[in-house]
């Protein structure tokens, strides 16, 4: 396993997400966490909307389980969803109050002390810098939270929250070889093209000035959770390319994918969403896979994306 530098923190650039674990029994996520911390896991990613709250309650009640000691893994969890109890979305909300009250439940939840980073999940229109940097500096101050990072925000909405001196670390983004918003725009500065379109506002070149730790979720995703895009049928060029690469590695083409996204410098980090055992133990093989710059962009170019 291969490790990054955030804040001091010695992070994995595997990360083991858990928005999936409500689906499963406490004895199978357990069984995850181990495969995991095996292979050399040591973050973990929740967030306070994940199952109502469950996949705190649970991950939780796991570590406990399993006298897993609270210095040997980084926990990251995220707030500033507000949801209705019967699911609905209801607002994004980064009012202090709100904040101060999401990590409260957080903590509780998670049965922890402290949490190690903390992300604002999706960006709130309604906020106001000094409002966030006073919840975190109070949250920071209580011991309660070590790191502040985001989600899904792009370089100027990033840049708001440091016109408050917020000190943001990491931002957690969608990107898969099926979900390139992120590097197409780079590739089409300046055309009449789609692709030219800038989706997330120069967050990648902006994260890498600045230090901040991209992380990407859904790796093995296509649209908004539309599907695998290991489904050959719908991604036929894609999957040769990977199956040829996993063979010369001798991994699964999943393992590809993450080593895929890994060998982008920007990127320190990808998070999982596996609950299978099996599928952890053979995805944790990418961090170790240092894919050639040729094979960055075969993989690229076999989604049907050009280069100009
Ligand atoms: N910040 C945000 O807005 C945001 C949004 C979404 C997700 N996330 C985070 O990102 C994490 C990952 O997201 P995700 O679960 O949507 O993405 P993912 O890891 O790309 O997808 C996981 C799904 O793919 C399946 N899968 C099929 N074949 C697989 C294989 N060979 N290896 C691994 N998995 C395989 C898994 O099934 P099995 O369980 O059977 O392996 C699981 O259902 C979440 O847990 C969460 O922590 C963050």
């Known amino acids: 396993m291969e490790y990054c530098n955030i804040k001091g923190m010695r992070a994995s650039r595997i990360v083991m997400g858990c928005m999936r674990i409500a689906d499963k029994t406490l004895p199978e996520t357990e069984k995850v966490i181990v495969e995991a911390m095996s292979a050399g896991v040591n973050t973990f990613d929740l967030a306070d909307v ?3 709250g469950d996949c705190e309650r649970i991950f939780g009640v796991a570590v406990r389980d399993l006298e897993i000691s609270r210095k040997d893994y980084i926990l990251q969890t995220k707030c500033g969803i507000a949801k209705e109890a019967d699911g609905r979305i209801t607002r994004f909300d980064f009012s202090k109050n709100y904040i101060l009250s999401a990590v409260d439940g957080c ?4 049965n922890t002390e402290y949490i190690d980073m903390l992300l604002l999940h999706r960006p709130d229109t309604l906020v106001e810098p000094e409002e966030v940097a006073a919840a975190f500096e109070k949250l920071q101050a209580e011991g309660k939270v070590r790191a502040f990072g985001v989600s899904n925000m792009s370089a100027m909405q990033i840049q ?3 016109s408050a001196d917020i000190h943001v670390v990491a931002n957690q983004v969608q990107f898969s070889p099926a ?7 780079g590739f089409n500065v ?20 600045h230090g901040i730790a991209l992380q990407a979720w859904s790796p093995l995703l296509y649209g908004f959770f539309e599907g695998s895009l290991l489904n050959k049928e719908r991604f ?17 083409s999943a393992a ?14 990808v998070v999982t969403g596996t609950t299978s055992p099996q599928h952890m133990k053979e995805l944790c093989v990418a961090a170790d896979i240092k894919l050639t710059r040729e094979e960055w962009y075969s993989i690229y170019l076999s989604t049907g994306k050009v280069l100009p």
């Open 50 to 52: 994940y199952g109502g």
């Open 107 to 110: 903590l509780k939840r998670l």
């Open 160 to 162: 708001l929250l440091k």
């Open 179 to 185: 979900h390139t918003a992120l590097v197409d725009s």
């Open 190 to 209: 300046n055309m009449y093209k789609d692709e030219s379109v800038q989706r997330a506002g120069d967050c990648l070149e902006y994260c890498r000035v």
């Open 236 to 252: 036929p060029q894609l999957n040769a390319e990977l199956d040829r690469l996993a063979e010369k590695y001798g991994c699964t």
């Open 256 to 269: 590809i994918v993450f080593a895929w996204i890994l060998r982008h410098p920007g990127f320190s980090q």
